[in-house]
């Protein structure tokens, strides 16, 4: 399965739907070329791709447009498989979100952006 890290001419020669490489644009722009990386057929559907942490290939997140309003994104956060997970806490889905907030919850997930500091 062919691995690339994500830059904008990565990006634009994706066999994905406009959709999904604008999302992929938008997260490059925010955090910087090679920030991530993804899988360019995993999987294959164009309305879906996986992206994961470029120096942690178990830590990733699936993202598709397909079910979902126009304009909007699901995502499925996968953890790497350690003894103690438990599988309520790191099977979790997001579906119908925004823009904004799919750029975030990936940012986070991937450990991609640092968190504010609260008092």
């Known amino acids: 399965m062919p691995v690339q890290v994500a830059s904008p001419a990565s990006i ?5 739907e406009k959709a999904i490489k604008h999302l ?4 490059n722009q925010r955090l910087g070329d090679d920030a991530f990386a993804f899988c360019v057929d995993d999987p294959p559907d164009p309305r879906a791709i996986r992206v994961f942490h470029p120096h942690e290939l178990h830590l990733g997140v699936r993202i598709f447009t397909f079910g979902q309003n126009h304009g909007r994104y699901g995502l499925q956060l996968e953890y790497p498989e350690l003894p103690d997970n438990r599988p309520e806490l790191t099977n979790q889905d997001g579906e119908d979100l925004p823009l904004e907030r799919t750029l975030e919850i990936i ?7 640092e968190l504010p500091d609260y008092p």
């Open 12 to 16: 634009w020669s994706l066999p994905k």
């Open 107 to 113: 940012a986070i997930h991937l450990d991609l952006t």
């Open 24 to 27: 992929l644009l938008a997260l």
